[in-house]
């Protein structure tokens, strides 16, 4: 499969890896649905390009953890520096953006 300059993955190839290294953020990635919990900001991201989602947390505290999870797939994120309030988590491979779920 030839992919777009600056995409270096694509579908089970971008399992654990993140989304703005692998390319795959910006542009081509898309929010496929968003959840607050308290002040924190939950986003399943999706790229039809990649094949893959993963996921954003903001306005979290050290400690806030989330998991995107596709197909038996799950990869976990966290915010474990004091003073940050952002996190992505590794992206998992889905065929559509309504297989991934963030928890």
């Known amino acids: 499969m030839n992919l777009p300059p600056g995409v270096r993955c694509s579908g089970a190839g971008c399992t654990g ?3 703005e290294a692998m390319g795959c953020s910006g542009n081509p990635a ?3 649905a968003t959840a607050t919990v308290g002040a924190t900001v939950v986003e399943v991201r999706y790229s039809k390009t990649c094949g893959a989602a993963g996921g954003r947390i903001t306005a979290a505290v050290p400690g806030d953890t989330v998991r995107v999870s596709a197909g038996g797939t ?3 994120g966290a915010v474990t520096a004091t003073g940050d309030t952002l996190a992505y988590i590794p992206m998992v491979a889905v065929r559509d953006a309504r297989e991934a779920t963030a928890a």
Do not use: E, F, L, Y
């Open 17 to 19: 890896k993140g989304a």
């Open 30 to 32: 898309t929010t496929a």
């Open 74 to 76: 799950t990869r976990d």
